[in-house]
């Protein structure tokens, strides 16, 4: 029994220290390389680093679909973006209040919002589909690519210099570009296969569903960059990276979660995962669009009650 218990706490930490590892390597190559390229640091910011920061879950997710536990990859795309805005967002505030001058946010909220309910329409049979999951994989590129155009077109100095102090430099050479990356790839996969062994494991250890620890511990494990990505930012006060960082990941969640793994691997099965989670990820998703819409001003209480709100969720999902 110690022996298993041991095992199992094993594969949860090394699975989880390759997966930071694998994300800062793949952030910081790709990052890099995207400089070398020509891109601003403010596009590299809103694309390269926010999708990059998300890789653990999509990892992950692919992993666990592939394995026939779609239930986890379910979870976790939920799970991460309650995550994001309950954890991440209000602990971001309590450590800085968040004014964000970024107007390419107020696109952003409404594809977020609509990618939930979308989300919401096709999970009602508590299955997203192969023709679903290519919906999402379109609605990701549609969006990238006007995401690129717009802030180009709408640049704010001041935004764009907090992202060109923040932004990893070019690398040495473009050889040490792809090494980062490959080596963060393998790191990511390594980790992501460790990992959801681990948490299967819990979930039979608990007698739980998958679903749940998807939601749960799957979902807090794998937003850690998201987490210290924007925790630094607020700290450092660039508060447009912070928010910035939580919304790309959060709609890279569900577009490339559930179009990615349910194109390769789906359909995406989840019976142990309630629809009512996909309500209140889109109730805290709602709340984000109103703080984007009302100015983006986010004060430390504020952050408090999102921080209470999450604790909530936790309380009424995980079981006595």
Known sequence: MLHSEMLTTGLL?????????????????????????????LLVGLTVVAYGTS?????????????????????NAIGSNI?????????TAVLCPLKVHLQVLKLDTPVMVTAALLFLA??????????????FVLLLILYTVFNVRLARRQCDPAVDQEYATAVVSPGPSFLFCSMLIVGGLAALAVGAQAFVEGAIQVALAFGITEGIIGLTVVAIGTSLPELITSAVAALRKQTDIAVGNIVGSTICNI????????????????????IANVGIM???????TAIAWTGFKLERWEGALLLAGYGAYLTWLWPT
């Open 83 to 91: 995550v994001n805005i309950g954890l991440i967002l209000g602990l």
């Open 13 to 41: 930490a090394g699975g989880l220290l390759a997966l930071y590892f694998g994300a800062e390597w793949l952030v910081r190559g790709s990052s890099a390389l995207a400089l070398r390229l020509g891109l601003t640091p």
């Open 122 to 135: 096709f999970f009602r049979d508590q299955t997203i589909g192969w023709v679903e999951s290519w919906v």
């Open 55 to 75: 890789a653990p879950e999509l990892i992950v997710s692919l992993a666990a679909a592939m394995s026939d536990q779609s239930e986890i990859a379910v979870g």
């Open 282 to 288: 889109t109730a805290f998703l709602v709340v984000m």
């Open 255 to 274: 577009l490339a979660i559930l179009g990615f793994a349910g194109v390769l691997a789906g359909p995406l099965v989840g019976p142990g995962v309630a």
